[in-house]
């Protein structure tokens, strides 16, 4: 869905003309965010898809130039108007006449004001301001009855409601919620986050609304509900787990009688991916309310228990990929892959002898900071013998994510390796004692991904015994590496602890020191 | 493979019996015969090069893309008589004038060497160059030479920037894929001459373990499990999500058509995506039923054909990569799979399933 925002985006090094811009526009009713590098410029636009961006045509990190031909060739920032500052005339490419506009200093600021006024201004497009119904601030009016008044109107559109921290969007057809939507959360459970929002602004856009309702209440009913559930936790809330608290099942679910409630099913398979709180509620498909509920009764018969770990806290990611090297992977995306909704992320390509191992992985991957695993592997109905797909996402500082993606490591898989390529930017094999027979597969595996893409290849030993040198050389001779080619394992028997950290440090050290895109392909 | 019902001479082959009978016409060749082509809108090799040249200036001045189109005469399929310089020069002028007729206006088309015509289409990108082989293809199908036999033409095409920095390398991507589709099994085992459910049963009836082209079975007991087929369109699913500005087209056959397809959260979740979806099975499957089937950027497709029950099949492309799956039903719960990522043969059994099925034929 594309966003419709009053917000124009600064990319502006020098404070005072920021200042300057930023007074002006606020005056006029537009909000300004502000960036003073390229790669958080970029972060902005995408996130905020901006009425107009003003920037410096010499930005640090990624130059305005460059900031300029990725965000013009993504779909949703391709309308948005740019204006370029810079001391003197330079020619920029891809420069759209009657669109973008090149400003020189000193700037003449009524003449500057007077067309930003124009620009924005114009009808049609993403900048254009006017073609709202309706819309307010959630201070002034409760959402509950503008959705009462556009249900009366039998109105069809998309209400989308902003606070601060999150954005979701209602969509009605002749007066009936048809769906809510908050990034991923939909139906119910988006409906009655949105309903519980109290500050922040709301605008309703009349648009066609073309999928099927995806709620079966009537909007009264679904209303009175979301009320209901909104008051009910606002009076229970004290005798719910707290939402950065983690959880334990403190019984084996396998002995659980049969015939469970979903939603309780749904929750204790949840608990062993995400035992906090307050990930677990997001990644649950059922209203908040529902789930801590559930949480609060699974608690009270002792089925799970809070686990109060004060002690331990996580590392910041900046501790795993300081913030000077995740820019520095950013840019080299940038550089490999000029479509801008493909720079944000990477596929570290995991293969294994066995689904057990991928799972073990994923299991240690829990430990870093950033890291959160795929709702898919969460859900009931995932495979795990057929590791095919993402493993959960690793993100770094500046939005860039790497993304641990599963591959069979089977013959005969050669297609379906090519398939799935686009943004691979790592690969990482796994094998134990037991999979030793199938180590030359692993091999051949990654023999095959390396022949087609240069990136830097970790091999990591995840069984539970201690490596030792006589072990390593003979793993090195079965996987084919050279006698200096590092072997990590996945486990430290005599440190009680998993070397998840070390493993992933050194892979980013990998892939800034290796030129991996025309570099030659090496281990780590 | 099916034999040829004709003996094919390659143009190499004939030029040698032409010397043998007739020295004359030792520097005989297309290339020769187009500068009898009256077409005013056709042009000599210079004039591409440097047309194309200036296209590609153009294009990156405007931060647009161009494609490029290389039309191959591979060979004539003629038994009887081999084409004199006449024959030649009307088959060259039916081609030209084909051409001509279906490409834009504002395109340009011209000789690139002996035996290959050029069409340069501005502002067009990879599927829409795709679009224009396809109508080719079709105009070409049946040109003839002499009144009987025809000739055996191979397209390729390249985009700019995608696949080149400039237009000497643009043709030399083109070229290259001439021969890449020269050597694809869809040539070289004649997979171009059967029927859809031909190829089917052909490809997940053999034993292949090529680069891009191999077979694999699925089942209790195998190395991998049948829920992986589902796996696999999940993830083609995400790879949309992850890029939807990019155009493509994606064909899912799930034997029976209900609202319990096993993917269908991910195609549900998928926002708006410039890949058209299809779903293909037979009508008035289990499950939620029809109402199910409403999944937004998806199109239903109802087959009455019981062999649809009987396969499970994924073909997927777009312009980065290409992917096809066919897993037909197998004895004690187990499929025989076959899957490719050549690009011509997923291409080529899109083009088949839309043929013979009648559907809109698009990519």
């Known amino acids: 869905m594309t966003k419709y925002t009053r917000k124009v985006l600064l990319a502006v090094t020098d404070k005072t003309v920021a200042e300057g811009f930023a007074k002006f526009l606020n005056e006029r009713g537009l909000e300004t965010n502000a960036a003073s590098d390229g790669a958080t410029a970029m972060e902005i636009a995408l996130r905020e898809t901006p009425v107009l961006i003003i920037l410096d045509l010499y930005l640090p990190v990624i130059k305005g130039e460059r900031l300029f031909q990725i965000l013009k060739n993504n779909p949703n920032t391709s309308k948005v108007p740019f204006l370029f500052l810079s001391e003197s005339h330079k020619e920029v490419k891809g420069f759209r006449i009657g669109i973008d506009w090149f400003v020189t200093k000193p700037f003449q600021w009524e003449e500057l004001y007077g067309n930003i006024k124009e620009i924005l201004s114009r009808g049609g497009g993403v900048w254009s301001l006017w073609d709202k119904d309706l819309q307010g601030k959630l201070s002034n009016v409760h959402l509950a009855d503008v959705i009462q008044m556009l249900y009366l109107n039998k109105r069809e559109g998309e209400l989308t409601v902003e606070t601060d921290a999150s954005s979701g969007t209602i969509y009605m057809k002749d007066g009936y919620i048809f769906n809510a939507r908050i990034g991923e959360i939909e139906k119910e459970k988006a409906l009655f986050r949105i309903l519980s929002w109290k500050e922040g602004t709301f605008e309703f856009r009349p648009a066609a609304v073309r999928s099927g309702a995806k709620l079966a209440l009537s909007t009264g009913n679904l209303i009175m509900e979301g009320m209901r559930q909104i008051d009910e936790y606002e009076n229970s809330k004290h005798l719910f787990p707290a939402g950065d608290s983690s959880l334990k099942t403190k019984v084996d679910t396998a002995e659980l009688p049969a015939g469970l409630k979903p939603i309780m099913i749904e929750v204790l398979n949840l608990v062993k991916y995400y035992p906090v ?12 309310f529902d789930v801590y509920s559930t949480l609060a009764g699974l608690i009270k018969r002792q089925i799970l228990t809070e686990v109060k770990e004060p002690g331990k806290t996580r590392a910041a990611s900046e501790d795993l990929c300081p913030v000077s090297h995740a820019i520095k992977i950013k840019e080299k995306f940038i550089n490999r892959w000029s479509d801008m909704l493909t720079v944000n992320f ?10 057990v191992l991928t799972n073990r992985f994923v299991k240690a991957c829990q430990d870093l900071p950033g890291f959160l695993v795929s709702p898919r592997i969460a859900s009931a109905r995932y495979s795990s013998a057929n590791a095919l797909g993402d493993l959960g996402v690793l993100r770094l500082y500046g939005g860039t994510e790497i993304i641990p993606f599963a591959v069979p490591a089977v013959k005969g898989m050669n297609p379906l390796l090519k398939a799935v390529l686009a943004n691979t930017v790592g690969l990482l094999l796994l094998w134990d004692d037991e999979g030793e027979a199938e180590i030359p597969n692993l091999a051949l595996t990654r023999n095959e991904i390396l022949s087609k893409r240069r990136v830097p290849a970790v091999h990591v030993y995840a069984g539970k015994n201690e ?8 793993y090195r001779k079965l996987l084919g590496l050279k006698h200096d080619d590092p072997v990590f394992s996945l486990f430290s028997q005599h440190k009680n602890r998993n070397n998840i950290s070390d493993i992933f440090q050194r892979y980013f050290t990998a892939l800034l020191r290796e030129d991996y895109i025309s570099g030659r392909v090496r281990a780590v | ?46 004039f591409v090069t440097r047309y194309g ?9 405007y931060g647009i893309s161009y494609s490029i189109i290389v039309i191959h005469v591979e060979s004539f399929n003629h038994g009887k008589t081999v084409p004199g310089k006449k024959e ?14 279906v490409i834009r206006n504002c395109d340009v088309a011209g000789m690139l060497e002996d035996k290959r015509v050029i069409a340069l289409l501005p502002h067009t990108d990879y599927f829409g160059s795709l679009i224009v082989i396809k109508k080719l293809s079709k105009a070409l199908e049946f040109l003839t030479i002499g009144g009987e036999p025809y000739a055996s033409i191979i397209f390729s095409q390249a985009t700019y920037p995608k696949d080149a920095n400039g237009f000497g390398e643009l043709v030399g991507t083109a070229a290259r894929r001439v ?11 004649d997979l171009k001459g059967k029927l859809f459910w031909e190829i089917v049963a052909a490809l997940t009836g053999a034993s292949y373990n090529l680069p891009e082209y191999s077979t694999f079975d699925t089942g209790p007991e195998l190395e991998l499990e049948n829920s992986f087929i589902h796996a696999v369109n999940e993830t083609i699913a995400r790879e949309i999500a992850r890029a939807p500005e990019k155009r493509g087209i994606l064909y899912i056959g799930t034997k029976r058509l209900s609202g319990a397809v096993p993917f269908k959260k991910e195609l549900s979740s998928l926002g708006k995506t410039s890949t058209k979806i299809f779903l293909v099975g037979a009508a008035g499957g289990g499950g939620e039923g029809q109402e199910g089937l409403d999944i937004r950027n998806v199109t239903t497709i109802h087959l009455t054909d019981h062999r649809i029950e009987g396969v499970y099949f994924t073909f997927f492309m777009n312009e980065d990569s290409s992917y096809a799956l066919v897993a037909r039903e197998s004895w004690g719960d187990t499929h025989n799979c076959f899957h490719t990522s050549d690009p011509y043969v997923v291409e080529g059994i899109i083009t088949k399933l839309q043929r013979d099925y009648s559907l809109q034929e698009q990519l």
């Open chain 1, 346 to 355: 990477g596929k570290l390509l995991v293969a294994s002898t066995s689904p």
């Open chain 2, 179 to 189: 021969t890449e589709r020269l050597s694809s099994p869809w040539e070289k085992f």
């Open chain 1, 277 to 288: 709180v307050k990930a677990l509620v997001d990644h649950s498909a059922f209203p908040d």
């Open chain 2, 53 to 61: 040249r200036l296209e590609t200036n153009r294009s990156e001045r």
């Open chain 2, 88 to 101: 030649l020069l009307d088959f060259l002028r039916k081609l030209v004038s084909t051409v001509l007729k």
């Open chain 2, 1 to 46: 493979m099916h034999p040829c019902l004709y003996t094919p001479v390659t143009l190499e082959t004939m030029d040698a019996d032409i010397r043998k009978e007739e020295p004359e016409s030792k520097k005989f060749s297309l290339l020769d015969e187009s500068k009898k082509l009256s077409e005013s809108h056709f042009h000599d090799p210079s």
């Open chain 1, 467 to 474: 490596l030792d040198k006589a072990l390593i050389n003979e």
